[in-house]
């Protein structure tokens, strides 16, 4: 497990110097629009709604002693729990309707290391890969959902909240990482093969997802680059497993 998560996260080392070998950003430009709206959406949203479910968390206070100081802690947990939420949502919402966008990507990259790329799904057009992504998606925001309500209570126990922030991150992380390895299961399996594999292979998952998490972080340039660097550095992976080899070398190599 954490072999794969090291690997995972080590994937990302080539995947600049891929996407500008293979010419790939031109196929980022509308996931990369999609980002960007959806993170702007998202924020105004999450602005307005923080102050909103920090009053109704100061209620529970019904006494006048330190009524201020629990004012103060209710907007601090409002504004966490509608940023959480919010990164959830921007996470299921970018990838399901990226999802037509990245295919071409991930063929591109597999027919590149490996020599050929090969489609076995039936269907293979817009409106069926992006029925594919809302699904997933849909499934995947359900599942981490239920993860993650409880573990935000839990966070409002002190002490406790070191634990429940970790565990938190991972949660996030994980699906995050699913998202990105299934533009390439997609070409290659079904739904419920797809969400096998990555269960019996969710270290990568994880380590592709911290990765991906820690882009958000960075001001507007993590919104415009964790797409393109997340979804290159999970096909490398995803496609290694799926052909069980390493990919050629040489082909990872910039020219000189």
Do not use: C
């Not at 080392?13 to 891929?18: C, D, F, I």
């Not at 239920?146 to 070191?162: G, H, W, Y």
Request: net charge positive; no cysteine.
């Amino acid at each position: 497990m954490i072999k794969n998560i090291f690997s995972g996260i080590f994937s990302y080392r080539n995947a600049l110097q891929l996407i500008n070998r293979l010419g790939l950003w031109r196929y980022f430009a509308i996931p990369i629009a999609i980002s960007l709206v959806t993170a702007i959406a998202i924020g105004l949203l999450a602005w307005w709604l923080s102050g909103i479910l920090g009053d109704l968390i100061s209620i529970v206070w019904v006494w006048e002693w330190g009524a201020s100081t629990f004012n103060a802690i209710s907007d601090f947990l409002g504004a966490i729990i509608i940023i959480t939420l919010g990164v959830v949502l921007y996470k299921h919402i970018v990838m399901a309707l990226s999802a037509p966008f990245m295919s071409p990507v991930s063929e591109k990259i597999e027919a590149h290391l490996y020599g050929f790329s090969r489609t076995e799904t039936r269907e293979h057009s817009f409106m069926t890969q992006l029925w594919r992504g809302i699904r997933i998606n849909a499934r995947n925001l359900g599942m981490e959902l239920i993860l993650t309500l409880p573990i935000l209570l839990l966070s409002l126990i002190p002490i406790v909240n070191f634990i429940t922030g970790f565990a938190l991150f991972l949660v996030q992380s994980y699906y995050a990482g699913f998202g990105n390895m299934d533009y390439t299961l997609e070409r290659h399996m079904n739904a419920s093969h797809s969400i096998r594999f990555v269960r019996s292979h969710s270290g990568i998952a994880v380590g592709n997802g911290i990765v991906f998490m820690l882009m958000l972080l960075i001001p507007v340039i993590g919104i415009i680059l964790v797409f393109p660097l997340s979804v290159t550095a999970a096909s490398t992976e995803t496609l290694r497993l799926l052909h069980d080899k390493p990919a050629k070398q040489t082909a990872i190599k910039s020219t000189s």
